[in-house]
T-cell receptor
Framework: ELKVEQNPLFLSMQEGKNYTIYCNYS?????LYWYRQDPGKSLESLFV?????AVKQEGRLMASLDTKARLSTLHITAAVHDLSATYFCAVDNPQRQGAQKLVFGQGTRLTINP | NAGVMQNPRHLVRRRGQEARLRCSPM?????VYWYRQLPEEGLKFMVY????????ESGMPKERFSAEFPKEGPSILRIQQVVRGDSAAYFC??????????????FGNGTRLTVT
């Protein structure tokens, strides 16, 4: 059974600092997604990572994927308050070909303080 | 181009009542997924449907829950005889073709079900 674990689950940081969120998964998969969720809102897609070594950047966020280690990271550079949200990674279940049956991590609740 | 539309946004039901949650996928999308999010947890897959077909319902509880996606109209997630443990946010997502490699699922705003 595919399991996805994130850490930390809670992260409080100051504006201007850098930090990394980690996402480990238990079985082989070649599709990993990062989503952002604001309180009471839906999920916003941030990144789709499709291959080993993939790195994508958008603004102050950068995501990478190491399929051999079954690890993805979401790096936050010089954090600003607007990035406060819950971040989820999700991995495509490899047993289900052709359908996006995602398994989500528990989420990392990020709070950025002025 | 409207996104995935879910209604109602909030639904309150007493124990034993029925809850009906509706989802209209994005225009041009023929694949619908339902996920459930319990408080402080990640989303969990429930069911995957195409028009008039349930493709994978492995995440659905065996009793009281059902889903459909008719030829015309929205997808419906139906929960009969609701219990307090059904209180959660229910998200619908849609995609174009199955497993579209580069395309993430597009999620609706969710229906927050509260069972009193």
């Amino acid at each position: 059974e595919l399991k996805v674990e994130q850490n930390p689950l809670f992260l409080s940081m100051q504006e201007g600092k850098n930090y990394t969120i980690y996402c480990n998964y238990s079985t082989t998969s070649d599709r990993l997604y990062w989503y952002r969720q604001d309180p009471g809102k839906s999920l916003e897609s941030l990144f789709v990572l499709l291959s080993n070594g993939a790195v994508k950047q958008e603004g102050r966020l950068m995501a990478s994927l190491d399929t051999k280690a079954r690890l993805s990271t979401l790096h936050i550079t010089a954090a600003v308050h607007d990035l406060s949200a819950t971040y989820f990674c999700a991995v495509d279940n490899p047993q289900r070909q052709g359908a996006q049956k995602l398994v989500f991590g528990q989420g990392t609740r990020l709070t950025i303080n002025p | 181009n409207a996104g995935v539309m879910q209604n109602p946004r909030h639904l309150v039901r007493r124990r034993g009542q029925e809850a009906r949650l509706r989802c209209s996928p994005m225009k041009g999308h023929s694949h619908v997924y339902w996920y459930r999010q319990l408080p402080e947890e990640g989303l969990k897959f429930m069911v995957y449907l195409q028009k008039e077909n349930i493709i994978d319902e492995s995440g659905m509880p065996k009793e009281r829950f059902s889903a459909e996606f008719p030829k015309e109209g929205p997808s419906i997630l139906r929960i009969q005889q609701v219990v307090r443990g059904d209180s959660a946010a229910y998200f619908c997502a849609s995609s174009t073709i199955a497993g579209s490699y580069n395309s993430p699922l597009h999620f609706g705003n969710g229906t927050r079900l509260t069972v009193t």
